[in-house]
């Protein structure tokens, strides 16, 4: 479709670094990386739920002939001294690489043990809300990044969420520094997920894109340009890998979709993220299934400002008419549930929901501004759908 021509209103910037090794096998690659980057022993940090998995195993074979010690206390909504505890692990074992494995919780806490291994101080230290990233430099031990899902992209993220236990909310740490130096994409490592599993990070890719291409952020088409390839890529493929655990070809798509669409929310999020994030500590939603139930009614409100750009969405996932409507039947057709009320969430969390939502710097990024009373509209119809 013909895009209209567009003028940068000043200097704008692109900053694209993360080497990734992409591919069937790719984690092949792991020992001779970690050798050529000179590390000596390696700290692996996982879940406790993937360690038995065949994933797990493919990457303990990759490891052969490497000293590694395991680490795998994460938890799915991975908390400060979860991470505070991987750096005492990191030290105590005299380890000076790092092997992220896993989804975006184990890659998040991986890269802040990162962090944590050469700066000093605690995982709150370096709250992106309270400065913190200004204190964070290059000077890190060396990281392989491996997803074994295809949702966050944290993989090529320039920051990591965890939750702070005291106030029950997500803070994000923040840095271009943050960026792994490899990542190796491996589509086999993901072959074993649960259907389920699929459709949460799945929807969370494609969240991602949308709302990388609907934050108004300055000029920046190569961002808008992967956003929109990665929705048509999650439209095409979710379905398939989901009904198909085996099928290659759509692991490998979703894969992909969930780095570009990492890649491209260096613009920015916004509401959809924003009113999700509270629902992961209050209610220990998993953050995809939180982003699929919000996002058709986040996209119906910002329609009205970005009205071009919604139906561009639609168009990516084969519906020009009714995007929203297109985000909703795909999140039902992989088996994700209608409405807030059907996931478990009660209802008398709404006021605390609405309260925490409306602390999150992400409703800034979104590109209808919102009041309190939108947010908790939004909430209400995500409930009743």
Known sequence: MPVAPEAPAGVAQFHF??????????????????????????????DGGLVDTEAFAAVRRALEGCAYHVYAEVAPNPLAEQVDRGAEAFAAEGCDGIVAVGGGSALDVAKVIRILARHGGRCLDYAWSEGGGERITDDQPFLVAVPTTAGTGSEVGRSSVVTDPRTRRKISIFSPHMMP????????????????????????????????????????????????????????????????????????????????????????????????????????????????????????????????????????????????GAVARLARDVGLPRNLSEAGVPRDLLEELVAQALQEHLLSENPRPLEEADVRRLYEAAFDA
Do not use: W
């Open 17 to 46: 670094p993360t080497r990734v090794r992409f591919g069937l096998g790719a984690i092949a690659e792991l020992a001779g990386a970690l050798g050529e980057a000179g590390v000596r022993k390696a700290l692996v940090v996982t």
């Open 181 to 324: 130096p490899l990542v190796l994409c491996d589509p086999e490592l993901t072959r074993g997920l649960p259907p389920a599993v699929t459709a949460n990070t799945g929807i969370d890719a494609l969240t991602h894109a949308v709302e990388a291409y609907l934050t108004p952020a300055g000029y920046q088409p190569l961002c808008d340009g992967i956003a929109l390839r990665a929705i048509g890529m999650v439209g095409g493929a979710l379905r398939r890998a989901v009904e198909d655990g085996g099928d290659m070809a759509a692991r490998s798509s979703m894969m992909a979709a969930a780095l570009m669409g990492a890649v491209a929310f260096q613009k920015g999020l916004g509401a959809t993220h924003a009113l999700a994030h509270p629902l992961s500590t209050l209610a220990g939603l998993p953050h995809g299934l939180a982003n699929g139930v919000l996002l058709p009614h986040v996209l119906r409100f910002n329609a009205d400002a970005v009205e071009e750009r919604v139906r561009d969405v639609g168009l990516a996932l084969d519906d020009d008419e009714d995007a929203p």
